[in-house]
């Protein structure tokens, strides 16, 4: 029986549409998902268009470091192919929570998958991938159209920030938490090098069909979504979501890549990501911290 690859925020947008290509390809996906019936609908489109495909539905909220012991728990000794940490949240109004405490951008884009990865790692077959899905805004404005650069401080205060309410503060914790991603690529492909799993980082590009804007305001949602489509024709480094959802999946299985790990990804190449992603000390810092942070 075929591993399967297990995709967070798979319900829509981008990891709907890479779920159904790896289903496509007749791989056996299990949905991570906030919401089991939005998960249920997504898997019922993909067996609707993939007859035959094998997939389930997993409740995961990434915000709550219970459900994620609590996901990682309800699979057991499950062998999984493959995990794909795709899930993302922008937040612009206003300092949000979590449960635990945290703020929820750091929370969910990093600290969720860090304990859900950490927690899996038994469960990883030989040749195994992990991919997480980063961001062209880590570089900085020069490279994202004008998207405020990170902000790199101790993860403890990135994981519990003052509070700051403005638009800009939001957009830059997102930013963050894309460099804290690739951080966390680079240091867990050093960690797992001798136990046959690659782990590489994936930049799917400005994808304005996506739902990171659905805490804009609804003026600004309306204007989005009337220029989506100029965006993606018009805008160096605008995909549509099933192109990135092509090599997304390409990332996660291709025998192209067999034993490459430790790299960031633009479509299906590998580049180089920002200098200040490759500082090792910061990225050995986010990984003991995170340790710290999601301990029970």
Same mark, same amino acid.
């Given at each position: 029986?075929?591993?399967?690859?297990?995709?967070?925020?798979?319900?829509?947008?981008?990891?709907?549409?890479?779920?159904?290509?790896?289903?496509?390809?007749?791989?056996?996906?299990?949905?991570?998902?906030?919401?089991?019936?939005?998960?249920?609908?997504?898997?019922?489109?993909?067996? #609707?268009?993939?007859?035959?495909?094998?997939?389930?539905? +997993?409740?995961?909220?990434?915000?709550? +470091?219970?459900?994620? *012991?609590?996901?990682?728990?309800?699979? =057991?000794? $499950?062998?999984?192919?493959?995990?794909?940490?795709?899930?993302?949240?922008?937040?612009?109004? =206003?300092?949000?929570?979590?449960?635990?405490? +945290?703020?929820?951008?750091?929370?969910? %884009?990093?600290?969720?998958?860090? +304990?859900?990865?950490?927690?899996?790692?038994? %469960?990883?077959?030989? #040749?195994?991938?992990?991919?997480?899905?980063?961001?062209?805004?880590?570089? #900085?404005?020069? @490279?994202?159209? =004008?998207? !405020?650069?990170? $902000? &790199?401080?101790?993860?403890?205060?990135?994981?519990?920030?003052?509070?700051?309410?403005?638009?800009?503060?939001?957009?830059? *914790?997102?930013?963050?938490?894309?460099?804290?991603?690739?951080?966390?690529?680079?240091?867990? /492909?050093?960690?797992?090098?001798?136990?046959?799993?690659?782990? %590489?980082?994936?930049?799917?590009?400005?994808?304005?069909?996506?739902?990171?804007?659905?805490?804009?305001? !609804? $003026?600004?949602?309306?204007?989005?979504?009337?220029?989506?489509?100029?965006?993606? *024709?018009?805008?160096?480094?605008?995909?549509?979501?099933?192109?990135?959802?092509?090599?997304? /999946? &390409?990332?996660?299985?291709?025998?192209?890549?067999?034993?490459?790990?430790?790299?960031?990804?633009?479509? $299906?190449?590998?580049?180089?990501?920002?200098?200040?992603?490759?500082? @090792?000390?910061?990225?050995?810092?986010? &990984?003991?911290?995170?340790?710290?942070?999601?301990?029970?």
């Amino acid at each position: 029986m075929t591993a399967a690859t297990l995709i967070t925020g798979a319900s829509s947008g981008l990891g709907l549409a890479t779920s159904l290509e790896l289903a496509a390809a007749g791989k056996p996906v299990i949905l991570a998902c906030r919401s089991v019936e939005r998960g249920e609908a997504a898997a019922e489109r993909i067996c #609707g268009e993939v007859p035959g495909a094998s997939v389930e539905v +997993l409740e995961l909220d990434l915000a709550s +470091l219970a459900s994620v *012991r609590a996901a990682a728990e309800s699979l =057991g000794v $499950r062998p999984l192919g493959g995990l794909v940490c795709n899930a993302g949240v922008q937040f612009i109004t =206003g300092t949000r929570r979590t449960g635990d405490g +945290l703020e929820e951008t750091f929370a969910t %884009n990093h600290l969720g998958h860090f +304990l859900l990865t950490t927690l899996l790692l038994d %469960n990883f077959v030989e #040749g195994a991938r992990i991919v997480l899905v980063s961001s062209g805004t880590h570089f #900085g404005p020069r @490279r994202s159209m =004008g998207f !405020p650069a990170p $902000r &790199w401080t101790d993860p403890r205060t990135l994981a519990v920030p003052a509070e700051d309410s403005s638009p800009k503060a939001g957009r830059v *914790r997102y930013s963050t938490s894309k460099l804290a991603n690739i951080y966390m690529t680079y240091e867990l /492909a050093r960690r797992v090098k001798d136990r046959g799993i690659t782990v %590489n980082a994936f930049d799917p590009g400005l994808m304005p069909e996506t739902g990171l804007s659905r805490d804009y305001s !609804p $003026r600004a949602k309306h204007v989005y979504a009337v220029l989506t489509p100029m965006l993606v *024709r018009a805008v160096p480094g605008a995909r549509s979501v099933s192109d990135s959802a092509a090599d997304l /999946a &390409w990332l996660a299985t291709s025998t192209e890549v067999d034993g490459v790990t430790g790299k960031y990804f633009v479509r $299906r190449k590998p580049v180089a990501s920002s200098k200040e992603s490759y500082d @090792r000390s910061r990225a050995e810092q986010l &990984w003991d911290v995170s340790e710290e942070l999601v301990k029970g």
